[in-house]
């Protein structure tokens, strides 16, 4: 053998022993449980941005499917009970969503001049479900723009014409645009507003010839919210993902780990090949991901030491806390960072028991306590385990602030409000959110949230259970 022909045997024997082992041909079982437990907290978020994605902008016989890639559609209603793809969506403002694929080139967001007393938001998330940025009345204001969204390999300049460049992490995202609703006959008036949004790629906006059209992506299909939980697929869909979602630095040990596995960018998980310990060990690490949940969710989230403004945000916001990220995904995908929106949790009464429709609440606001926020603030129901919104004889889903005048106040100048499965009276009844006969729980949503509410000063009250 020639010198040359035995430094190329070294160089690929050197690489076939420093690889790492696909599906865990180097680790006991003990190590693979721990790293699927790892892998799984870490990559949920994604794999369940995944199965919304296709749902909307792949899987055209879906019944949640909005439009395909980079073309937006403007829903000009809110949500209902009959929307199901998104858990804990909000049914205050209707929705245009913007999948984005951003493999040849950025897309360019062109937003309309809107009224200033009107709020809107347009969400850029990436699909770790990290909120990168924002644009609308907060952040950019209501005076319109023209901005751009760029893949993580775009390296250009910030075009003549355009207000700011935005970079996502991947290649994939979505943009969430909310559009506030006034009330039931102000829709005509948020249909004009959402026929202003206007998507193009950059080419287009430039005039210019585009790029080389990439192959069409081949998706796999999603797993079932509940195959998410307990399948090892999981991790299919897991690596598929992330073939485009490009190694960020901060993580590049941490796919090594997960490679010994199989799980990773490019990574094969061959299911078929696992010994019956590794796949009950890949199993395991799964279940032990949803017990971390279920522990983290009854001492912190339940008892408001951890609050939804800690879950949602940037990766330097959320410091790559992939708990948190995971819990966010799982309670609401998609909740706005803090900044934006905060949204406190009643899911225990005041004496620490979970809500039930079987029994009747109060809750009541003092008389110039109601959420401080520069936008509005909403209470919404939802049914539990699935929170979704909860189908209802009076159509009634939320309370929130555009209603003040329609409520009835208390003596005191504050507002009580009734959350049961029963009318509590006809003159209660304007202030009455209808509940399910079981388990559910209270959102309450504050947009463009006041200082007071940021650091603490304003507290939300607690669900009071009637026992008369």
């Known amino acids: 053998m020639t010198l040359s022909k035995l430094k190329l045997a070294a160089v690929a024997m050197a690489a076939v022993l420093l690889a790492p082992a696909a599906n865990g041909a180097d680790v006991t079982p003990e190590e693979a449980r721990a790293i699927a437990?790892?892998?799984?907290i870490y990559g949920f978020p994604i794999v369940d941005n995944y199965r919304v994605s296709y749902a909307y902008f792949v899987d055209k016989?879906?019944?949640?499917?909005?439009?395909?890639?980079?073309?937006?559609?403007?829903?000009?209603?809110?949500?209902?009970?009959?929307d199901t793809a998104v858990q804990t969506a909000n049914s205050d403002t209707p929705y245009s969503w913007l999948g984005m694929d951003l493999r040849a080139e950025p897309i360019v967001l062109t937003l309309p001049a809107i009224e200033k007393d009107r709020y809107f938001s347009v969400q850029l998330i990436d699909a770790y479900t990290q909120n990168f940025d924002y644009m609308g009345s907060r952040t950019t204001g209501n005076d319109g723009g023209v901005f751009v969204v760029a893949g993580p390999n775009w390296k250009g300049e910030t075009p003549e014409g355009v207000t700011k460049v935005f970079h996502s992490e991947t290649d994939l995202g979505i943009a969430v645009y909310r559009?506030?609703?006034?009330?039931?006959?102000?829709?005509?008036?948020?249909?004009?507003?959402?026929?202003?949004?206007?998507?193009?790629?950059?080419?287009?906006?430039?005039?210019?010839?585009?790029?080389?059209?990439?192959?069409?992506?081949?998706?796999?299909?999603?797993?079932?919210?509940?195959?998410?939980?307990?399948?090892?697929?999981?991790?299919?869909?897991?690596?598929?993902?992330?073939?485009?979602?490009?190694?960020?630095?901060?993580?590049?040990?941490?796919m090594?780990?997960?490679?010994?596995?199989?799980?990773?960018?490019?990574?094969?998980?061959?299911?078929?090949?696992l010994s019956p310990d590794m796949k009950s060990a890949i199993e395991g690490g799964m279940a032990d991901a949803w017990a971390e949940f279920d522990t983290f969710q009854k001492d912190k989230i339940d008892t408001g030491k951890v609050t939804s403004g800690d879950l949602f945000g940037t990766r330097a916001f959320l410091k790559n806390?992939?708990?948190?990220?995971?819990?966010?995904?799982?309670?609401?995908?998609?909740?706005?960072?803090?900044?934006?929106?905060?949204?406190?949790?009643?899911?225990?009464?005041?004496?620490?028991?979970?809500?039930?429709?079987?029994?009747?609440?109060?809750?009541?606001?003092?008389?110039?306590?109601?959420?401080?926020?520069?936008?509005?603030?909403s209470l919404t129901m939802?049914?539990?385990?699935?929170?979704?919104l909860v189908a209802n004889p009076i159509d009634r889903y939320l309370l929130n602030s555009t209603m003040l005048s329609q409520f009835v106040k208390d003596a005191d100048g504050g507002v009580t409000f009734y959350f049961q499965n029963e009318?509590?009276?006809?003159?209660?009844?304007?202030?009455?959110?209808?509940?399910?006969?079981?388990?559910?729980?209270?959102?309450?949503?504050?947009?463009?949230?006041?200082?007071?509410?940021?650091?603490?000063?304003?507290?939300?009250?607690?669900?009071?259970?009637?026992?008369?």
């Open 256 to 273: 090594e780990r997960f490679a010994k596995i199989g799980v990773g960018p490019g990574k094969t998980f061959d299911r078929a090949s």
């Open 61 to 82: 016989a879906d019944p949640g499917f909005k439009a395909p890639w980079n073309q937006i559609a403007n829903i000009a209603r809110v949500f209902t009970p009959a």
């Open 179 to 254: 559009t506030q609703l006034f009330n039931p006959g102000d829709i005509d008036n948020v249909k004009k507003i959402q026929a202003g949004y206007k998507v193009e790629t950059l080419s287009s906006f430039l005039g210019q010839p585009a790029p080389a059209a990439l192959p069409a992506i081949d998706f796999l299909k999603p797993l079932t919210p509940e195959e998410e939980k307990n399948s090892p697929a999981f991790f299919d869909i897991l690596n598929f993902a992330l073939g485009y979602a490009p190694t960020v630095p901060s993580e590049v040990e941490l």
């Open 37 to 40: 437990k790892e892998a799984y």
């Open 423 to 468: 009318s509590p009276g006809k003159d209660k009844e304007a202030n009455w959110l209808p509940a399910p006969k079981g388990p559910f729980w209270i959102i309450n949503r504050l947009y463009w949230p006041k200082e007071a509410a940021l650091d603490g000063k304003w507290k939300a009250p607690t669900a009071e259970r009637v026992t008369d």
């Open 321 to 377: 806390n992939y708990l948190y990220r995971m819990a966010g995904a799982v309670l609401g995908i998609y909740g706005n960072s803090k900044l934006e929106a905060i949204y406190p949790v009643l899911a225990l009464d005041s004496k620490g028991q979970k809500l039930d429709g079987a029994n009747r609440y109060v809750v009541h606001f003092p008389a110039g306590q109601l959420p401080p926020v520069n936008a509005f603030w």
């Open 382 to 388: 939802y049914e539990l385990p699935a929170s979704l």
